[in-house]
C-alpha cells in the first residue's frame, strides 16, 4: 500500500512534533481516493508552542546579518533542486496534480523564490533624507511573527512564497497549510532546517480554519498572509483588523481571457487551454471567462475543441499524463454542479463535460462551454475545475466594460498583435496581473496579487518586500532645537 508518511504532523522549534489529541485528520491520493497519510489538527498546546518558539527565535533573527540570513534561503532553495524528483512526487501525492507539472512548476518556482529573496536579503535596506540643517533616516525593520494559511492546489509554492520574503526580511513564519494538502510545507521546514535555520523561525502546524482562526487571532502575530477564496479571505481579513495585523490575501477570481479578431489563434487557443486546465483548472488566476472577437469565434472553437478532446487524462504519476484528478470529491461534486448548470441555463457545451474514463479518483474532463452570456452562473462565479466559459464580442471598449463589470481584479490576458490597442487594454482592465500574448506565468521577478476583491498586498518580486518588513522613520536634530516656548 503506497504511503506519504511525514515523521509527525507539525514541524515546530526545528522538529517534528506529534501531539496525538488533535483530531485525526486524514490524507488521500486523490487519483485513488485511498489513504496515503494520516496526521493529527493542532491542538492549542501545539499551537502555542510554535508562536512562542517564533517569537523568541524571530528577535535574534532580526538581528543576524541580512547577506547571512540569504545564504541559508538560497541554500535550502539548492536542496530543493537537489531533490527534485522525490518533492514531485510527494506533490503529486498530495494534491493529485500531474508529476509533468509538480516537476516543472511547483517545487521549482519555490525554490525561484528562496533564490530571490534570498539574494535580495543583503541589498534591503532604508534611506537617508536631507533636511537643511537636520536630517533624517529610515530603517527596514522586519514585522515579526508572521502567520501563513494556504490553499490546496499549490501547496508548496505557496509556502515557499510566503516563507522566502518572510524570512529574508527577518520575521519568523509559522504556517498552516490546506487540511487538504498538509505534506509538502512539512518537508519545506525540515529543508531550511537542514539549511541552517535557526529552530522556530519556520513552523508548521495542520488544521483546518479553526486552527488558522486562532493564529490569525494570537496577539504576538504581527501580519497574515492568506491564499484562499474570497469568502475566507473576508473573514481573515477582519480577523486581522481586529488587532490592526498587516495582510496579504491571494484570493479568488474569474478573470477576462480577451482575444482580438488580429491575434495569433493557435497561440490563443493554447493560452485559453494552459489558462483553464492546467492543473485541472484549480489555479486562481486561471481566464475563466475567454472572450472571443466574432469574426474568428468559429476558427477559434474548432481548434480549441480538437486540441482540447486530444488532451490525456490518466494516472498522475505517469510523466506521459497531462490532466489529472482534482484535489477532492467534493471539489469534483461541486464542478460537476457547474457543469449541469451551465448545461440547465443554456450554454452549449462544446467539449467534455462528463467525469472521464475512471473508476476511482476524482476526474473531470476539459470542459468547454461556447455562447456563454454573462448573466449565466458560469460567467460570474469561480469554478476551480477544468471548465472554460467562452464568451462573443464586437468591440474593445465593450470587451473591457464585461471584463471589468464583475467584482473580481485578479488577473487578466490579451491576445493582439495590434501593440498600442495591448497596452491601452492591459491600462484598462481591472486586475492584479496583466498577461499580453502569454497566459499565467508568474516568474517570481514579478509582482503577483489582485485587486478588488481578488485581495490586496503583492507577493513576488521586489513589492513583497514591503508586505514583510516597515519602515521606521529617525529624525536627527543637528541642534540648537528650534522651539517655540
Ligand atoms: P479556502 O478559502 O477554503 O481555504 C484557504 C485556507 O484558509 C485553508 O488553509 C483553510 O483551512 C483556511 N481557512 C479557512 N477558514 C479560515 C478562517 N476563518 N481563519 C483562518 N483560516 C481559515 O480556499 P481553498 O479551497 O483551499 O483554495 C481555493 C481558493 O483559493 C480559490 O478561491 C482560489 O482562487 C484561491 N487561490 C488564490 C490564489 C492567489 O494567489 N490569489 C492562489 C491559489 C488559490
Redesign the pocket.
Known amino acids: 500500500m503506497m504511503r506519504a508518511d511525514p515523521p509527525a504532523s507539525h514541524f515546530v522549534a526545528g522538529r517534528p512534533l506529534e501531539d496525538r489529541a488533535g483530531a485525526p485528520l486524514a490524507v488521500d491520493y486523490p487519483f485513488t481516493g485511498t489513504e496515503i497519510a494520516r496526521l493529527h489538527e493542532a491542538t492549542p498546546a501545539v499551537i502555542e508552542a510554535a508562536v512562542a518558539a517564533a517569537a523568541a527565535a524571530q528577535r535574534d533573527w532580526a538581528g543576524v546579518r541580512p547577506v547571512e540570513r540569504g545564504r541559508i534561503l538560497t541554500r535550502a532553495a539548492a536542496l530543493i533542486r537537489a531533490r527534485g524528483e522525490a518533492l514531485a512526487r510527494l506533490e503529486t501525492l498530495d494534491t493529485g496534480k500531474p508529476i509533468a507539472e509538480t516537476r516543472v512548476a511547483d517545487w521549482p518556482s519555490g525554490a525561484d523564490a528562496l533564490e530571490f529573496f534570498g539574494g535580495l536579503a543583503a541589498g534591503l535596506g532604508g534611506e537617508t533624507i536631507p533636511l537643511g540643517r537636520d536630517f533624517a533616516y529610515t530603517l527596514r525593520e522586519p514585522l515579526g511573527v508572521c502567520v501563513g ?6 501547496p508548496s509554492q505557496i509556502a515557499c512564497w510566503k516563507a522566502a520574503p518572510a524570512l529574508a526580511c527577518g520575521n519568523a513564519m509559522v504556517f ?4 487538504l494538502t498538509p505534506l509538502g510545507a512539512l518537508e519545506l521546514a525540515a529543508i531550511l532546517s537542514e539549511a541552517g535555520l535557526p529552530a522556530g523561525l519556520f513552523s508548521v502546524v495542520q488544521g ?2 479553526a486552527v ?2 486562532a493564529l ?1 487571532a494570537d496577539d504576538r502575530v504581527a501580519k497574515v498572509s ?7 479571505g473576508r ?2 481579513y477582519a ?1 486581522a483588523a481586529e488587532g490592526m495585523k498587516a495582510a496579504t490575501m ?4 474569474k478573470s477576462p481571457l480577451i482575444v482580438f479578431a488580429d491575434a495569433d489563434l493557435d497561440e490563443a487557443v493554447g493560452a485559453a487551454m494552459l489558462g483553464n486546465f492546467y492543473s485541472a483548472g484549480q489555479v ?2 486561471n481566464g475563466t471567462r475567454v472572450f472571443v472577437a466574432e469574426p474568428v469565434m468559429a476558427a477559434f472553437l474548432e481548434r480549441l475543441v480538437a486540441r482540447t478532446r486530444a488532451l490525456r487524462l490518466g494516472d498522475p504519476l505517469d510523466p506521459a499524463t497531462q490532466i489529472g484528478p482534482l484535489v477532492s470529491a467534493g471539489q469534483r461534486a461541486k464542478v460537476l454542479a457547474h457543469i449541469a448548470a451551465a448545461r440547465a441555463a443554456g450554454a452549449r457545451l462544446v467539449a467534455g463535460g462528463g467525469g472521464g474514463p475512471f473508476a476511482a479518483g476524482h476526474f473531470v474532463e476539459p470542459t468547454v462551454f461556447a455562447g456563454v452570456t454573462d448573466d449565466m452562473a458560469l460567467a460570474r462565479e ?1 469554478v ?1 475545475g477544468p471548465v472554460m466559459a467562452v464568451m462573443g464580442f464586437a468591440g474593445e471598449e465593450e470587451v473591457v466594460a464585461r471584463a471589468n463589470a464583475l467584482p473580481y481584479g ?1 488577473a487578466a490576458g490579451i491576445f493582439t498583435r495590434d501593440l498600442a490597442r495591448a497596452h491601452r487594454v492591459a491600462a484598462a482592465v481591472a486586475a492584479g496581473t496583466v498577461w499580453i500574448n502569454s497566459y499565467n506565468l508568474t516568474p517570481v521577478e514579478m509582482p503577483f496579487g ?1 485587486v478588488r476583491l ?2 490586496l498586498g503583492r507577493e513576488n518580486g521586489r513589492a513583497a518586500i514591503e508586505h514583510y518588513s516597515r519602515i521606521k522613520a529617525v529624525h536627527v536634530g543637528m541642534g540648537p532645537l528650534d522651539a517655540p516656548y
Open positions: 494559511i494556504g490553499a490546496w492546489n499549490y498552516k497549510p490546506s487540511e483546518g480554519a488558522g482562526a490569525v492568506l491564499t484562499g477564496s474570497v469568502a475566507t473573514r481573515v480577523a491571494e484570493l479568488g477570481g486562481c488566476s469561480e476551480f485578479l489582485g481578488s485581495g
